[in-house]
């Protein structure tokens, strides 16, 4: 009895299964794109890794500052060490000029910012939503956006004299047109056909932008409130020069006439700080409001 030969059977595989391919056949196929690369898994980096290496920049310049003073290379009379701002510290603190000094401050940017915010964000959303609030408003906004704020300081001046009322406006205008820029610019990304669907199931206009328009457009929204934050602590700086009383720039106009340096150096750590704090919160809101970020940032 003879025996019927083997069926012919698929290229690479014999009786002891499929056989394995040539390091140089596979490599080939992978170049032609004929077969997929292996995924490379990204190595989180701990929190606290993240948070230490942020933090270097600002120590090393911390630390060089207190080399030069140390060695005399940074004399008193350009810029205080950072033993003699500390000591300011406890001094301004103790005597409460400090505390008031930071209350007042915080108080003008918080509500110019507060102004500006909501000025940018009804502006933004009536221009991206709507072909009228578009041809209306767009132009004259662009026009106002390329005039430096701070040639309005004299202006404001004039109309509402030395008053909080010039500083807060000040820190508003300052503040509205990132907000404006980024809000319109978010709206418009927005999916029209989710509009329009969302319309076409009777959604009310309030409701629409509520619920639809401004989650769609969150990401520029926070970018706007990044760039409008950091605007209110420059415009800060400049609306104190007005004739200020009180506030952090009060203490630098006084500091300048005694030249004081620790104190000078304190005030511009302070506007420092304040900035960062505010990049601070706007990065704790991103956090919060889009965790899907999460999951594709490497730390």
């Known amino acids: 009895m003879t025996t019927a030969p083997a069926a012919p ?21 992978r170049a032609a ?3 997929e690369p292996p995924v490379r898994r990204r190595r989180e980096r ?3 890794a993240a948070t230490t290496l942020r933090a270097l920049g600002p120590v090393a310049l911390l630390l060089a500052w207190y080399a030069a003073s140390a060695t005399g290379l940074l004399r008193p009379s350009l810029l205080a060490s950072p033993g003699q701002v500390l000591g300011a510290v406890g001094e301004l603190w103790g005597n409460g000029q400090l505390p008031d000094a930071l209350t007042t ?18 502006l933004g959303v009536t221009t991206g939503l709507t072909r ?17 704020f ?10 509402f004299g030395i008053t909080e009322s010039a500083k807060i406006i000040l820190i508003a205008v300052a503040t509205t047109f990132p ?13 029209p056909k989710t509009v329009e669907a969302m319309r076409s199931f009777g959604m009310g206009r309030w409701r629409l932008v509520r619920e639809v328009v401004l989650p769609g457009a969150l990401p520029a929204l926070l970018v706007g409130l990044r760039l409008s934050m950091t605007l209110s602590v ?28 620790d104190i000078l150096a304190l005030c511009i750590i302070i506007y420092g700080l304040l900035g960062l704090a505010a990049d601070a919160a706007v990065r704790a809101l991103e956090w919060l409001l889009m965790p899907w970020r999460r999951a594709g940032r490497t730390r």
Do not use: K
């Open 9 to 29: 059977g698929r290229a690479g595989v014999g009786p002891a299964g499929p056989a394995r391919a040539h390091p140089d056949a596979t490599g080939a196929a």
């Open 33 to 35: 794109g004929l077969v």
């Open 46 to 48: 701990p929190r606290w």
């Open 105 to 122: 401050s915080l108080t003008r940017s918080a509500l110019g910012l507060a102004c500006g915010l909501a000025a940018g964000l009804v």
């Open 132 to 148: 009228l609030g578009d041809e209306l408003v767009d132009s004259t906004v662009q026009v106002l956006r390329t005039v430096p």
């Open 150 to 159: 701070l040639a309005l300081v004299p202006l404001f001046m004039v109309w």
């Open 179 to 191: 907000m404006y820029v980024n809000a319109a610019s978010g709206v418009r990304t927005v999916d």
């Open 234 to 261: 420059i415009a800060l700086i400049a609306a104190e020069e007005i004739n200020s009383t009180a506030g952090i720039g009060y203490l630098m106009t006084q500091a300048q006439n005694y030249a004081r340096t």
